[in-house]
């Protein structure tokens, strides 16, 4: 581990699942080696059965179309079986074999690849093994998600490498559902490489331990029946926000006629900002690597840490109109002590936040200043007044951020204003990743690392992404021009400088 893998990569023929999987991966530089699909009746039926199950949602381009140009071999075989497949793979020094929606394979297959052969399951294991996942976690009342885990000679039974839940949202339907985890799995798929390449499997690799359900078959209708109304009655037992659902504090026009660049919108604080916006009236276009689909948002794939992406992808958008609206946000780096960090590891940091930020913003402000209009807001973190312990090196890079944008406050054009927003415990992946950091560094249980942040925050619980939006929101209305170079705190009065 340590290079890019050679890997096979193996769907039925055109299945959705396996179209967004490889648009994923490829999104991140993966290219097969070799892609075989079966071409059969069964795949046939799978591939329509899928179909129905996403109706009313986008679907990625063929195969065809996404590898026009790479050096793919590309085949077709009548069945995933050992014998159909193994003469096109028995010469290649594989270290890896992706499946991208198959049928249950074994045999030879599974042994031939050096490093193992690994799956996206759209249903969270080991809760939700088997077929129908998401129909399945409504009728039972599992939590829906995905994962990613090594094939075995089981069911979905494999250790796994990742895992993560979709938010169901009130009003979501079971085609919204089935969509999502979809997108997910090709999600956790680039991510399970890109792991792979940083040398992280054998921090994540786990056994996935016992399910109390047994491995699921197709639902039958009666059983799609009640999900549906399940859906509909919306007593889903795991809805986020259980409670009422935060309203848009704004007009449905107050950003109407303008256009608003949203980076890292693919979840969290950026993929609320970029729906809030929408919901006022903006035309938004959502950066992310994963590029996600989100209602009413032009979502976009770019690499913040590639200047060359991020010159074509903005330079592309600028030619359509100006943008008036800009969100520097991106991931931050891993958690740990400051001193355990060598120099090499702050410059990918770097590159994606503070040169990636600085490269947009060149290119977005002679467009502002020609309109008369201009608002920029970087999403960063408390921890530039007050730092946090664990994350040093987080905490110099928001510092570094921070100086920036204040510098920029006095350059920039009087009808632009730059401003920051700096999220304390904010209930967004990132927060997860950093309490796990923290239970692998001490042997502290998840809920003490969150007890212990929230006896720090006088509202006594996480902040919603949606209240950090209304804030960044704030700051881009046209009547926002008098705030200039200051960086407001959404922290529940955790800070306490003045």
């Not at 759209?122 to 129908?132: D, V």
């Not at 913040?304 to 010159?311: R, Y």
Request: with cysteine; proline share 7%.
């Amino acid at each position: 581990m340590g290079d890019t893998p050679v890997f096979a990569f193996l769907l039925l023929k055109e299945h959705p699942y396996g179209r967004e999987m490889l648009r994923q991966i490829l999104s991140e530089g993966f290219v097969p080696n070799i892609i075989i699909e079966e071409d059969s009746v069964i795949g046939d039926e799978e591939r329509e059965k899928f179909l129905k199950r996403i109706e009313g949602n986008p679907i990625a381009p063929t195969i065809a179309e996404q590898i026009a140009g790479l050096n793919v071999n590309h085949v077709t075989v009548p069945i995933h079986n050992s014998e159909e497949v193994m003469p096109h793979i028995q010469d290649l020094d594989l270290d890896l074999i992706v499946f991208g929606g198959t049928r249950i394979i074994r045999g030879n297959i599974l042994d031939h690849p050096k490093d193992g052969v690994i799956n996206s399951h759209p249903g969270l294991l080991p809760e939700c093994r088997g077929s129908a996942s998401p129909a399945w976690s409504v009728y039972h009342d599992i939590p829906i998600g995905s994962s990613t885990h090594f094939c075995d000679n089981g069911i979905d039974t494999g250790e796994l490498l990742l895992r993560r839940e979709v938010p169901v949202k009130r009003g979501m339907t079971y085609e919204d559902l089935c969509y999502e985890t979809l997108v997910l799995a090709g999600v956790l798929m680039k991510e399970a490489l890109m792991a792979y390449v940083s040398g992280k499997w054998s921090e994540i690799r786990h056994p996935q331990g016992e399910s109390p359900w047994p491995t699921f078959r197709n639902a039958p209708p009666e059983i799609i029946d009640i999900v549906n109304k399940k859906l509909a009655e919306q007593t889903y037992a795991h809805y986020v926000n259980e409670g009422e659902e935060m309203k848009i504090p704004f007009a449905s026009d107050a950003l109407k006629g303008m256009r608003a660049l949203v980076c890292g919108a693919s979840k969290g604080i950026g993929r609320a900002t970029a729906e809030m916006m929408a919901a006022c009236g903006a035309d938004v276009i959502a950066l992310s690597r994963s590029a996600p689909p989100i209602a009413g948002v032009r979502s976009m794939a770019v690499d913040l840490e590639d200047q060359l992406a991020i010159e074509k992808t903005v330079k592309g958008i600028l030619a359509a109109g100006p943008i008036h609206i800009l969100i520097n946000n991106a991931a931050g780096p891993p958690g740990g002590p400051l001193l355990d960090n060598s120099i090499d590891d702050f410059e990918v940091p770097f590159k994606r936040h503070l040169h990636a930020a600085h490269r947009i913003t060149q290119m977005v402000v002679p467009s502002m200043e020609e309109v008369g209009m201009g608002r920029i807001v970087n999403i960063i973190s408390t921890s530039v007044r007050e730092p946090i312990p664990n994350i040093g090196l987080s905490n110099t890079l928001r510092g570094a951020m921070a100086s920036w944008s204040k510098s920029l406050s006095r350059e920039l054009p009087e009808c632009i204003t730059i401003n920051n927003v700096l999220p304390g415990f904010t209930d967004t992946d990132r927060l997860g990743s950093l309490a796990q950091s923290i239970h692998d560094r001490t042997g502290k249980s998840m809920e003490e690392v969150q007890d212990s942040w929230l006896s720090q925050v006088p509202i006594g619980r996480l902040i919603n992404p949606q209240e950090t939006a209304s804030a960044i929101t704030f700051l881009s209305l046209p009547t926002s021009g008098g705030i200039r170079g200051v960086s407001l705190a959404v922290d529940g009065g955790r800070m306490r400088s003045i």
